[in-house]
């Protein structure tokens, strides 16, 4: 074996601090220990019948072999009407490329932008992953500190700030994971007036939009024609219908070449994703689910109320209830851990069996996120577990 036997990209690239955690929460309960996680962003509920009928009949009919790379046509028709319905967004088909979740849609993005040294702008807090994917593509993620008292947004002056000639492209999430802000018309139309001009790419990930507790989704790509141009609209099933397990993401580019290189790279990779799951994803966008749909955010909004009341009913813990997504982000500045956000996850997991994610896994001290994609018997008694716990 070699001195250096693996590449050193490999050696950079980090576990997801998100699936670390929830899988040591599992580990934890497989040995019996009384553990409540709140680490995953994973929807409680069960995938809607009408999706999971669409997937036998699938089976059924043997629709079991290859497909084209980018997903079967009438999967694209049906995203791109969805877009097109609920989003003011034309693509077509030729536009679409269906990935394993809206996780390869982004390393896809990324592997096909980035050259070395290229500059991703990343709002923080951020999604634990994008720094990751930055780095494996050899870029550089340029980041914006953004606080509580703006939302967690940012700001036209913030990015104009941090646009270099290096600058390639900027990751915006709406609804955000962990802080579920969700930037407004004005706000993207702000943004979109700085990029006006360049040729910064804009990666726009809406994977919460159908979770939203005040205001209304705005996707980037819809504010103008340049931002439909600059823009690749990333979405996926996970969140929306509950279909974490089945992997699918898809993402959207009028730049058609751009599509045609992802779904290179696909093509060597991974292929098509799960025949299955595209037949039953048909029946996910075309309609039929959406009573499903808003039966599960009247849930997420009951226990976004609840679990924020209870929340800030604790001394020296503060939280914002979120406009989206399913997170609180909860300021614990105040407590005796201060900005020591991982030793308040690890001895809170100790103590009192409660899971949470770190804020400085996505790159914020003085937070930590707690998921409330569960019942609000289990959000109820790990906050109760919570307090408990600050009060030593
Ligand atoms: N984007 C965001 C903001 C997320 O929180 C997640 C979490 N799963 C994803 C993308 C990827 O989801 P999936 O790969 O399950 O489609
Ligand atoms: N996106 C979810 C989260 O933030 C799922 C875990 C992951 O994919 O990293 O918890």
Known sequence: MKNNPYSAKIQNLAESATIAISTLANELKAQGRDILSFSAGEPDFDTPKVIKDAAIRALDAGFTKYTAVAGILPLRKAIANK?????????????????????????????????DGDEVIIPSPYWVTYPELVAYSGGKSIFIET????????????????????????????????????????????????????DI???????????????SFVSSAAISEDMLARSITINGLSKSVAMTGWR?????SKDKMLIKMMDNLQSQCTSNINSITQMAAISALDGS???????????????????????????NLSVKEPDGAFYFFINIKD?????????FAKELLEREGVAL?????????????????????Q????????ARFLKG
């Not at 699918?248 to 959207?252: D, P």
């Not at 959000?379 to 919570?386: D, H, T, W």
Request: glycine share 8%.
């Open 379 to 386: 959000i109820r008694e790990g906050i109760g577990r919570i």
């Open 83 to 115: 877009l097109e319905r609920e989003n003011n967004l034309k693509y077509d088909p030729s536009e679409i490329l269906v990935s394993n979740g809206a996780k390869q849609s982004l390393f896809n993005v990324f592997q096909a932008l980035i050259n």
């Open 335 to 343: 407590s005796a851990y201060g900005r020591d956000s991982m030793r």
């Open 248 to 252: 699918i993401g898809y993402l959207a």
């Open 289 to 315: 689910a959406d009573s499903d749909i808003e039966m599960m955010r009247q849930a997420f909004l009951e226990r976004c109320k609840e679990g924020a009341k209870l929340i800030n009913q604790i001394e």
């Open 201 to 215: 790419w804009v990666i726009s990930d809406e994977m919460y939009e159908k979770l939203i507790y005040n205001g």
């Open 147 to 198: 606080n509580e008292n703006t939302g967690f947004k940012i700001t036209a002056s913030m990015l104009r700030d941090a646009i270099t000639p290096r600058t390639k492209a900027i990751v915006l999430t709406t609804p955000s994971n962990p802080t579920g802000s969700v930037y407004t018309k004005a706000e993207l139309e702000a943004l979109s007036d700085v990029l006006k001009g360049s």
């Open 357 to 377: 994610v770190p804020g400085i896994a996505f790159g914020m001290e003085g937070y930590v996120r707690f998921s409330f994609a569960c019942s609000l018997e």
